[in-house]
């Protein structure tokens, strides 16, 4: 189901997303339509993948015909600004009492798209729940464990977001791969420290939601957020990006959302912090890079 009507009827006379996955066919089992009473009805799981953002206005149009105790499945990657809610808890916060699933871990779309070898993390506080997502996404291809630590999944899969913007600045500068590598690993160490502060378990992050994801949408030419923070690295506005990039780029307003997080739980992020100066004080990106350089000298933790 989708918001626009003429795009609806285009894809289904072309079953072709020629925005996003040009040239690969739509299979003819998936329907399209712009309803929602026809899209929900006889659904035995429903697959959220709207932008963070946009969660509650669509969500709460979607509300009048969504069927009570029907699981939700949410792809999207981000935390709300203005009540700091991760996707699956906006869909909670909408519907009520309903079972929610995040579906997370490395997965670029066009390699999905093409069948290519991928595996994720279905997380749920109800486990029961989880393994029926796991069951439903399997194929020979497609390979998903669960996990009951929803909260840490779904703070991996947004926060990812926000060192990759970083990851995307360091290659914009051609600042090499000693850096980039460096700027994985302490991004990694931001993640952790504060999903534990949140409740999180530290194991989640060393997994797919958490290394696996934050790897890819690192390094992946087709990262949306990489790609941002590596216009901003050649020099251009942070405004210019966004107006020249047709998708959402959900770590720009993470970056808000992480850095209230961190100041409400006193978690020393210094990469965030960077990248929101960059993004929403004007800071130059040298000057940035130069600062995280020369910050105290510390031991590893």
């Known amino acids: 189901m989708g918001r626009s009507r003429e795009r609806i009827e285009r894809l289904k006379i072309t079953r072709e997303n020629q925005r996003y996955l040009p040239g690969l066919r739509i299979p003819n089992r998936v329907s399209f339509t712009n309803d929602p009473q026809a899209a929900f ?47 699956t808890q906006i869909v909670t916060d909408i519907l009520g009492n309903t079972p929610v699933v995040a579906l997370s871990g490395p997965s670029i779309a ?16 109800d486990r029961s729940v989880a393994r029926v997502v796991q069951q439903a996404f399997s194929s020979q291809w497609f390979r998903v464990y669960t996990n009951t630590d929803l909260l840490g999944v779904e703070l991996a899969g947004a926060m990812k977001n926000v060192i990759a913007l970083a990851a995307g600045v360091v290659d914009g500068l051609k600042a090499g791969d000693n850096a980039k590598a460096a700027l994985l690993t302490r991004g990694l160490v931001e993640i952790q420290r504060l999903g534990v502060a949140m ?40 405004a210019d990006v966004i107006a020249a990039t047709p998708s959402v780029i959900e770590g720009i307003p ?8 961190a100041r409400q739980y006193s978690v020393e992020m210094p990469i965030t912090e960077a990248i929101h100066a960059v993004l929403f004080q004007g800071k130059e990106v040298i000057a940035t890079l130069s600062e995280l350089m020369s910050r105290q000298l510390k031991d590893e933790d």
């Open 41 to 87: 009805t006889g659904a035995e799981l429903i697959l959220s993948a709207v932008p963070c953002q946009f969660m509650r206005s669509i969500w709460s149009r979607l509300k009048p015909f969504c069927p009570i105790g029907i699981p939700v499945t949410s792809v999207s990657k981000g935390i709300e600004n203005e009540t700091l809610l991760r996707p």
């Open 110 to 125: 066009a390699e999905l798209a093409n069948c290519l070898p991928a595996t994720v993390v279905a997380a749920s506080d």
């Open 199 to 238: 409740g999180a378990r530290p194991e989640t992050f060393a997994g797919l939601a958490g290394m696996g994801d934050l790897v890819t949408t690192c390094t992946s030419p087709m990262g949306r957020n990489r790609s941002a923070g590596e216009m901003i690295g050649r020099g251009m506005k942070p």
């Open 254 to 261: 993470t970056t808000q959302s992480v850095m209230q997080l």
